[in-house]
């Protein structure tokens, strides 16, 4: 609220708490309204088309990505045009008017949203902090039970240190190779050819990428001949081949390079389109003032792009929180590799204890309250 | 509009059944060697039509062709269709469908103990004494068949859920008869003889034995196997199932000792081809394939009756490999115990083709149907061995008919947590250099913290 | 662009040696797939893809016919055929023995314990000759070690291509991925302009908001959300996977989406709120047609996602043959226990080549996207 009256906006004379509520209300009715007559509306066009066209899926599929934008739409204006009838701006109580329907237009917009997301993610999390006080089976109070355990937990431990080395390392990787990469390729011929090449990892599944892996880190026993590019190069110099992911603590690493390989095209594309959003005149502007190269890359270019870089990171670091597809079909958490979305997808799906995984997840969203705390900051920033 | 869609969807989904039904493998009455009595008999006592039941296991491609061979038949007996649908991600489904309530009507359980736990949370329905008494009666070794699907149920009272069809053998060592030939040795009846040959062969400048451990997500479940088989010839079946059920404590001195015997194989560098730190990472689909190489890189690979399907295309069995009994010590005055494992029907959700579909199972046909194209086996004494599709199947029959002690995989009847994890990541630490005690007691200590 | 490396050519050079550095490192591991799919099954276990090209040194193992099918000849029985079977290669040595693999050399003869003998020629063809008749139908083991041409084979993606069933996996994945991938843009870009541009209280806690549900662990809401629709009554269907993703991919869109409309000149929408637009018309007529290269670019992330996903396509979607997405197609394809390289390698590659077209389709709009976004100022 105190951010509210700093901004130079037409909401004079704000609304009370009351005043608030009403607004919602208002909101919710028109919201609700829209909602409802623009998915009646579209699954009557549905029904009606449905009969008519041919009984095909893609046919099908197709109609619905229609009929669903058409309805988006359709809520969209339709919902807008009924806060402009309730609320006209003209006539004695423009102002007024105005204010009001300004008041509720940001929650039609965000309505849609709004109700997806808590049905979608709000409600699933709610039901998982319910969990967490319950026993395996979800009907048994336990207290803090789960939570003491968890303290004391040496796999949770291994899991939290390794999720750490992981948050510190692929993020940052990530980001750093897709800025030279997005750097770099802006300025040859054939940069979009070697961005789609770079990119090309971000299109291969989790279970194709451990595949490919399989025949980097594939280890033979000395003497016979290696199909493993690593054990391969290795032995090539004279060394040793080793089963690389069954390295305590290097195995971590191992499974890292999967995710920046397959991350870094992601930061790529987002950052080279922020790269080419810099105005020219800046960057001349350097040049006439004889800047080398690397100056105006690290003096002006990435300044400029600090808010993107900013969001392909926290992006980065959200995913890095969340992986699990990787460790489980390398290593699933063995050789000390383990992470907390693995860890929680064992207690979940082996351990049968719905409770304990709903604790471990928990812990998985509170690491990042910080990067929420930041994006807060970062928001109010904008808006000034 | 939408009705009469319907109708010709309904329709066309009825006239896809009936296709499906006429499709039997073996034509009804033809082939003697099959009790076609007991479907006839089925047939006439069951009338079923219209109705569908959905049947959810982990069988993909083959094996998924092989079930839905046997269904047909159900099929044809009751005119219900039974729609049956695979995934390789199984455990995880199950406990999803079952919890979100779009269970299918009857699921094929690989491992006992994710029925156990589902049915501790009343997920599963009792499918009632009766049917427990015929396998009692009607499966060799029947007590522990129906011992293996009773489980405590939501309110801890002790109830039959699990219907036993499909068994696998895991005591069996492969081998290739010609090397042996080759090399002058011959298959050992005894552990002593085993152990014996293996010296002999590194004496003779070869490697006697290819393990593998490596399964992706699963690494380590091969290890375990190796455990539970010497569990049982090194102790009475009793202490396997105190063992198996946490009365005795996982770093007790008889469990160590039985992980240990498996170390005098996997921890032998000159025993392991590869060496030591090859057991670990070599994947267990590859491992067999050193049988086959030229010259071969090891003589004997020990692996469940499943594994032939990993061996190099164009293999023939009885004649490119064999198998033999995993010996036992003639020392030991324990028998000719027998390592097992199978899948286990149970109901959960409840409907009226789903109890048919159980009751058809207690047909000699619905098993001869199976075991006369590939890789079951049965302990159903009235189903004919005859219909065995081939020696190595019968063999395998035999074997398992002929056990003094035959237990089920203990990992596959531990909790999940224990028995697909922590007893895993256990065999992998061990191979790696930690001793048997240490590892007892970390999966103990895991053991404790489920308790 | 040019401009600025442009008289500096070992600068130039210098760039382009990195991204040929960059690409040959990112592309190196696909690579090794690609032409591992491509190769012969027993090649591919034995050698790495990168000696496809060369000749390789095999042992192998060839069985002479059943000796029941031996022909007299000069007053032996003799058997005939060849140790390659058709594949071609040139043996260097044999043996009759597994101790003893390459004991001969080739056209030397082995001789058998019954007074059999075995020539192999170095093309292959082998004669096995018994003084008398023999029987049995297990035919002699003959070891040869050969060098053998480089064998490529489509027979991999054949497997895989024209397996029962891919086609309608197919369009199932399409029906999942269209709608899945193009709703949630709209509803996003809608709330994403809300929180960029319009003051309402409590914005910055529902941005945080957002944030936070970017990282729900997926896992944790299967079951919440499939009960719930099982208890709505959509089941297992399509409607309820096109929802699912869409609320799935919702917080990532709005987050990206906002952040990039943020960024968009303060200036043209005040100018336009001057003249008397609306939000909503702003909306439309100024901020879409600038996010283009944003929506783009979330629209390939959400298609990727779509399309590659595995686990929320098995919990919503049921496993039978009329709504198999190809992910769990190809799942299939590698059996109950998956261990066929070959069939995974070629899979792989099938699976990845859509999403690469869409790509490759997409980044002419990305690139004319983002030109058309540089207007804006610092």
Redesign the interface.
Known sequence: MAMSSTIPTPTTGSPGPGGFLVTLAIALIIMLAGIVVSVVCAVAVFAALNAVLPDIKLVQAVLVMLLGVAACFGYFWGSNRILDTIYPARGVHIADNINKANGIRPWLFLGPAVVILGIYLVYPVVNSIFLSFHGPDGRQWVGGANYAWLATDAAFRESMFNNILWLLVVPAAATFFGLIAAALTDRIGWGNLAKSLIFMPMAISFVGASVIWKFIYDYRAEGTEQIGLLNAIVTFFGGEPQAWITLPLWNSFFLMVILIWIQTGFAMVILSAALRGIPEETIEAAIIDGASPFQIFYKIKVPQIWATIAVVWTTITILVLKVFDIVLAMTNGQWGSQVLANYMFDWMFRGLDFGRASTIALVIMAMVTPIMIWNIREARKDMK | ??TS?LVGAVALALSCSAAYAADLKFAPGEDARFNWKSFEDFKAAHDLSGQEMSL?G???????DLIESVTAYFEEATGAKV?Y?????F???I???T????APNVAVFPQPG?AA?LA??GLLVPLGSETADWMKEHYAAGQSWVDLGTYKGQDGAENFYGFSYKADLKSLVWY?P??FE??GYEVPQTMEELKALSDQIVADGATPWCIGLGS?????WPATDWVEDLMLRTQAPEVYDQWVRNEIPFDDDRVAEAIDAFGAFARNDDYV???T??V??T?F??SP?GL?????KCYMHRQAS?IP??F??GTELG??ADFFYFPAYAEKDLGTPVLGAGTIFAITKDSDVARAFIDFLKTPIAHEIWMAQAGFLTPFKDANPETYANDALRKQGEILTSATTFRFDGSDLM???IG??AF??GM?DYV?GKSAKEVGADVQK?WD??K | MSTVVGNRPALTWAVHLAVLFLVALWTLPTLGILVSSLRDKDQLAVSGWWTALTASERNIVARAAPPDEAEEEDGRWVLKGNVFEGSGGKAAAFGVSSREPSAFAVDETAELRDGATVTVAANGDYVVAYPQKPEGNRGQRIFVSSVEPPRFTTENYENVLFSEGLGKSFINTMTVTIPATVIPILIAAYAAYALAWMEFPGRALLLATIVGLLVVPLQMSLIPLLRLYNEVGIGKSFIGIWLAHTGFGLPLAIYLLRNYMAGLPREIIESAKVDGASDFEIFRKIILPLSFPALASFAIFQFLWTWNDLLVATVFLGNNEEQLVLTGRLRELLGSRGGNWEILTASAFVAIIVPILVFFAMQRYLVRGLLAGSVKGG
């Open positions: 509009m939408k869609m959810f982990p069988w993909l491609s083959a094996d998924k729609n649908s695979g995934s390789d991600s455990e995880q489904q406990v999803i469908d919890q979100a309530g779009s994710l736990d501790s949370k290739v010609e090397n080759d090399a992706g997500g699963a690494t380590g081809d590869g060496g730190s090859a670990a990472s994947d689909r590859d394939k086959f190489a030229s010259p071969p499943f399907s990993f190099p295309e004649r490119d909790p999940g947590k697909a994890g895993w990541t992998i790696g895991e913290a489920i």
